[in-house]
C-alpha cells in the first residue's frame, strides 16, 4: 500500500519521513495557502523534506477543461513525476481524458460518491481520491462510499487504485484500508494519533520502572 501525508508543513514532513514508510506528501490549493507560500516553493521543499524522492500530488485551480490542461502541463513540467489532482466536476472529466493520452497522470480529487470516482478512473486517472470526513459529515457514509468505490474499481477499472482522503480520525483510515484501498492520505494530526497512543509510552515507562527497581541503572547488565 502507499502512504501519504496531506500537508505542506515541510519540517512535519522532515519530521515524520523518519519514522513512517511515506510514499510522498499530497496537497491541495486549501493547504498551500494556509503554508502562505508559493507552489513553486513548497513542492521542492516537500520533496527535499523526502530525502529527495517521492511522489508529490499538487491540485489545478482552472475551471475549464483547457485551462486545467494548461496547469497540469506546467505543473508537470516544472516538478518531475508528479501527480494532477483534478477536480470530478463535467470539465475535470475532460481535463482527465485529454491528460490521459499526452501521459500526464492524474488523481481524480474532490470525489463524494462512488459513480462518480469510477467515472474519473474510466477517463483515465490513476488515482481517485473519495473524501471519507467530509462525506460522513453531510450525513453520509464515507467509508460506504469508499468500500463501493474500491469494488467498482476492482471490477471495472483495476488500473486506477483508490487514495483515500479526508480523516479526522485514524479508525477512518484503517476503515478504508481494511476496504482494501491501495492508498491513504493523512492529515498530520490523524499521521500523530497513529503513532502516539498514550497506553504506550505509559507501557514503555512501567517497563523502565519496574527495571529500575529491580537492576538500578536502565541498561542491559
Ligand atoms: C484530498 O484530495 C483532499 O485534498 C483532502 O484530503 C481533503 O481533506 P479535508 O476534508 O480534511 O480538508
Redesign the pocket.
Known sequence: MELYL?TADIHAVKRLARVLPLQGV???P??VAASRTSLWEVLPALRDALGGEGKLFA?VLAATADQMVEEAVMLNQRVSGLVV?VPVTTEGLAAIKILRGMGIPT?G??VYGAAQGLLSALAGAEYV?P?V??VDAQGGSGIATVQELQRLLEMHAPQAKVLA????TPRQALDCLLAGCGAI?L?LDVAEQFISAPAVQAAVEKFECDWRGAFGALTLG
Not at 482522503?165 to 479526522?168: D, E, G
Open positions: 496531506d499530497t496537497t491541495n486549501s493547504i491540485q489532482k488523481l480529487t474532490a481520491a473524501y470526513n467530509r482522503a479526508s480523516f479526522k492520505t492529515p
